[in-house]
């Protein structure tokens, strides 16, 4: 019964190892790449060919005795008002980051120094991330025979291996 149960696990493990896994890594975004987060910069221009994802982070830069980070709603976006912010990510050592947590519009601005009427005002889009892209059809037999091989090693090898040390180490507990 022990044996079977390892045997069991063994396939579960195989199973795991050989699944493929898709990794989908945060990215963290210099707001104003290296002319970070300032007056007199477009950060419209400067996020229009960019994609932000679900779990991206804002990085702000910036001034931390002349301006702040704060998000607010789209009207207050658009009038750089900075009367009632939904919220302030400014901690005060002018190095903010915004976690992109939720896929919904952020409207953030500088809500002090003037900074949203200097530009200082960045709209962005949160996504989804897209899903992984979809493998090619193999089409030739020498790479269908090696995927083949493939799946030999990645899952038959495995389960014989586990299958083996299972067999040796049920020997090694009846010698005990």
């Not at 709209?123 to 059809?137: C, G, R, S, T, Y």
Request: hydrophobic content about 45%.
């Amino acid at each position: 019964m022990a044996r079977l149960a390892l045997i069991a696990a063994a396939v579960v493990l195989a199973f795991l190892a050989a699944a493929p896994v898709t990794e989908v890594a945060a990215k963290r975004w210099i707001v104003g790449d290296n002319k970070f987060w300032n007056p007199n910069i477009n950060y419209t221009i400067w996020a229009q060919d960019k994609h932000f994802y679900l779990d991206d982070w804002l990085y702000f830069v910036y001034e931390r005795n002349q301006y702040n980070v704060i998000e607010v709603n789209e009207t207050n976006y658009i009038s750089c008002n900075a009367d009632n912010p939904i919220a302030n990510w400014s901690r005060g050592s002018g190095r903010d980051v915004v976690h992109l947590n939720v896929t919904r519009h952020y409207y953030l601005i500088s809500g002090s120094g003037g900074g949203c009427y200097g530009g200082m005002k960045l709209d962005v889009l949160v996504e989804k991330p897209p899903p992984p892209p979809i493998a090619a059809p193999i089409k030739n037999s020498a790479r269908r025979a090696f995927s083949n091989f493939g799946f030999a090693h990645r899952f038959v090898i495995p389960v014989a291996v586990f299958t083996v040390i299972g067999t040796m180490w049920d020997a090694v507990l009846r010698f005990c």
